[in-house]
């Protein structure tokens, strides 16, 4: 039995250092460890109470909380925007915060990673997402970090991949996200 953990990527450039990060962690998972990229956060409308209501909730989101729903667990790996999360990554939270309280996102085991340009590596952005995603019901693991300075620059001519050190530390992530997520895999 595998344990599944879907990737929520901040960055929708096709050159994403954040989307290479996570290409490099689904490289790295080990044995037993599934991971995927959820492709399909920019064609999710912003969120709207008026089409949060059955028969009217976008076939973008209803497949995201369907993802959602099947993952054991979730890893966002996102840059920094102006000291805080992308909007595409927000809006992602806000969907999958509804219905509150019976969230598909409820009680999900979760670590926001990321790189970013500024000197640390983003950590703004990813104590946001941990805190908007605590707020929506995952159970965030706080002590699961990896902020990586310089994007641009450390991964311009080097894919994380072929980065020893980052690949390592993608590799410790991974495990301890699916350490927490293996009750959940069982259930
Ligand atoms: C609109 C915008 C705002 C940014 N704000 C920050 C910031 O607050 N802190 C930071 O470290 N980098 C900031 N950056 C730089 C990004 O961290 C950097 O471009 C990063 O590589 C983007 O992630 P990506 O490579 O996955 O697309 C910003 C970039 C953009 C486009």
Known sequence: ??????????????????????????????????????????????????IDVEGSVPAAAVAFRDALAAADA??????EHNGTIPAVLKNAIDWASRPFGASAISGKPLAAIGSAYGQFGGVWAQDEARKALGIAGAAVLTDVTLSIPGSVVRFAETHPRDDAEVAAQLEAVVRDVAAAAAPQAAA
């Open 74 to 79: 979730v890893l966002v790996v996102t840059p």
């Open 1 to 50: 039995m595998s344990t599944s953990i879907l990737v929520l990527v901040g960055s929708l450039r096709a050159g994403s250092t954040n989307r290479q990060l996570a290409e490099a962690a689904l490289e790295v998972a080990p044995e037993g460890v599934d991971l995927a990229i959820f492709e399909g956060l920019a064609d999710i409308p912003f969120y709207n109470e008026d």
